[in-house]
């Protein structure tokens, strides 16, 4: 068994000064912690791979493709690969869990 505490995740991120900390990966896919503070621009391009985000605390909206939905803590995101991206509009500080299947490279 892996088990993991967010805010041991979220103090690793922040002490290696990255957004996004990948803290598990197997060989079907991949498991992150993904953070934009409130205000901040994500420089996200599309992946190669599928994307769920599950918002952990935070608001924002986001566009995927020409859809926009504005999410908060508990809302889930399904991302197809090679979709263009992005978060936006970010009132509160974002934490973003993200599972990437294959993974991300």
Do not use: C, W
């Not at 990948?22 to 994307?51: I, T």
């Not at 918002?55 to 979709?83: D, F, H, K, N, W």
């Amino acid at each position: 068994m892996k088990a993991f505490r967010l805010d041991e995740l979220e103090a690793e991120r922040a002490a290696n000064d990255g957004a996004y900390l990948q803290f598990l990966r197997e060989r079907n896919m991949s498991v992150g912690l993904y953070a934009l503070d409130a205000g901040e621009q994500d420089p996200q391009k599309p992946h190669h791979q599928d994307e769920v985000y599950f918002i952990v605390s935070g608001r924002a909206s986001i566009t995927v493709g020409l859809e926009t939905t504005q999410v908060a803590r508990g809302s889930v995101v399904y991302v197809p690969a090679g979709v263009a991206h992005k978060f936006h509009h970010i009132t509160e500080d974002l934490r973003v869990m993200v599972v990437f299947s294959p993974p991300e490279g």
